[in-house]
T-cell receptor, first 116, second 108 residues
Framework: GAVVSQHPSRVICKSGTSVKIECRSL??????MFWYRQFPKQSLMLMAT?????????EQGVEKDKFLINHASLTLSTLTVTSAHPEDSSFYIC????????????FGDGTRLSIL | GQNIDQPTEMTATEGAIVQINCTYQ??????LFWYQQHAGEAPTFLSY??LDGLEEKGRFSSFLSRSKGYSYLLLKELQMKDSASYLC?????????WGLGTSLAVNP
C-alpha cells in the first residue's frame, strides 16, 4: 500500500490564488521532507528541504516567501504556493524521509498545478 | 560538480533485454537509486544499491560498482508498459542527486 499521501492531485485556479499542498507519511515518521518541482520533459528539481520543527532550507533561485513550507509534525508537511501565477504551473512532488539512507525513498503521487 | 550521467533516450523491442547505464560522482556517496517515471506521474521506486554487485528483483536488476562510480539498470523480457523514463539518483549527504532520466521506448 501507499506509504506517502499527497493531496490534492490536481489543482486548476486563477492567477493570484494561493494553493496549499499536503504531504503525509503514512507508516513512518518523516524527520525530513523534500519538495520537488518538475516542468514538462525536465528532470526533478529540488525546491527546498525541511526538518520537523525547523525552518526550511531553500535551493538557489527558489523564493521562500512565495513557497511557504510548514513541517510541524513528523507525519505532515505542507507547501503553499502564494499568489500563484501561470509560470508557477508545474508538477509538485514531495518526498518524506525518516533519516535512514537504506530505506526506499518513496515519493508522493504529485500535485499538478495549473494557474490560468 | 554533482554530475550524474545517463543516456537521454533508448529504444528496445518487446521481449528483449535493455541495459541503462549511469555514472556518478563518488565523493560522499551513500547509495544509488533507480526510479521509473511514466509521463504525468511521480517517480516510483525500483531499486537501491549501496554495496557492489547485482541486485535482482523480478524482471529488473540493478548493478553497482562504487570504485568506478557506475551503475546500470537491467530490464528483461521487456513489455510495452516498460516504456517510461528511468531516473538514476545518487544519495549524497541526505540529498538525492538526479540524472536527467533515460526515456525508454519499447516497440512491438
Amino acid at each position: 500500500g501507499a506509504v506517502v499521501s499527497q493531496h490534492p492531485s490536481r489543482v486548476i485556479c486563477k492567477s493570484g490564488t494561493s494553493v496549499k499542498i499536503e504531504c503525509r507519511s503514512l507508516d513512518f515518521q518523516a524527520t525530513t521532507m523534500f519538495w520537488y518541482r518538475q516542468f514538462p520533459k525536465q528532470s526533478l528539481m529540488l525546491m527546498a528541504t525541511s526538518n520537523e520543527g525547523s525552518k526550511a532550507t531553500y535551493e538557489q533561485g527558489v523564493e521562500k516567501d512565495k513557497f511557504l513550507i510548514n513541517h510541524a509534525s513528523l507525519t505532515l508537511s505542507t507547501l503553499t504556493v502564494t499568489s500563484a501565477h501561470p509560470e508557477d504551473s508545474s508538477f509538485y512532488i514531495c518526498r518524506p524521509w525518516a533519516g535512514l539512507s537504506h530505506q526506499p525513498q518513496h515519493f508522493g503521487d504529485g500535485t499538478r498545478l495549473s494557474i490560468l | 560538480g554533482q554530475n550524474i550521467d545517463q543516456p537521454t533516450e533508448m529504444t528496445a523491442t518487446e521481449g528483449a533485454i535493455v541495459q541503462i547505464n549511469c555514472t556518478y560522482q563518488t565523493s560522499g556517496f551513500n547509495g544509488l537509486f533507480w526510479y521509473q517515471q511514466h509521463a504525468g506521474e511521480a517517480p516510483t521506486f525500483l531499486s537501491y544499491n549501496v554495496l557492489d554487485g547485482l541486485e535482482e528483483k523480478g524482471r529488473f536488476s540493478s548493478f553497482l560498482s562504487r570504485s568506478k562510480g557506475y551503475s546500470y539498470l537491467l530490464l528483461k523480457e521487456l513489455q510495452m508498459k516498460d516504456s517510461a523514463s528511468y531516473l538514476c539518483a545518487s544519495l549524497r549527504n541526505r540529498k538525492l542527486i538526479w540524472g536527467l532520466g533515460t526515456s525508454l521506448a519499447v516497440n512491438p
